[in-house]
């Protein structure tokens, strides 16, 4: 049974920093890339940022870039999304997906076939 549980949000000020975690489980870990999305009240999910599965290579969103940053840990089954600096735009429900097996790290959403059931960032201004 595959599973990606994510953990780590709550409610911050602006400028502060949360880090999120998703645990995975189900199949092996360091063979498939990882991405981060969210989804905010009345928007479509949007890409935040995605790590491989193979050279550890990340991307990000023009509008996370240099305040956020994704990392894996292939022992622990775990990827992280480390978000400072937030603003209020941020706020959302962040979710973690899984790619196919040795899928690219990309934007596309649909190159995921597995998602965790999200948590809640709130930034307060």
């Known amino acids: 049974q595959i599973q990606l549980v994510e953990s780590g949000g709550g409610l911050v000020q602006a400028g502060g920093s949360l880090r999120l975690s998703c645990a995975a489980s189900?199949?092996?870990?360091?063979?498939?890339?990882m991405g981060w999305f969210r989804q905010a009240p009345g928007k479509e999910r949007e890409f935040v940022a995605a790590i491989s599965w193979y050279n550890d290579s990340t991307y990000y969103a023009a509008s996370v870039k240099g305040r956020f940053t994704v990392s894996r840990d292939n022992a622990k089954n775990t990827v992280y999304l480390q978000m400072n600096s937030l603003k209020p735009e941020d706020t959302a429900v962040y979710y973690c997906?899984?790619?196919?097996?040795?899928?690219?790290?990309?934007?596309?959403?649909?190159?995921?076939?597995?998602w965790g059931q999200g948590t809640q960032v709130t930034v307060s201004s």
């Open positions: 189900g199949r092996t870990f360091s063979n498939y890339a």
């Open positions: 997906a899984q790619s196919k097996l040795w899928g690219r790290a990309t934007h596309r959403g649909n190159e995921y076939d597995y």
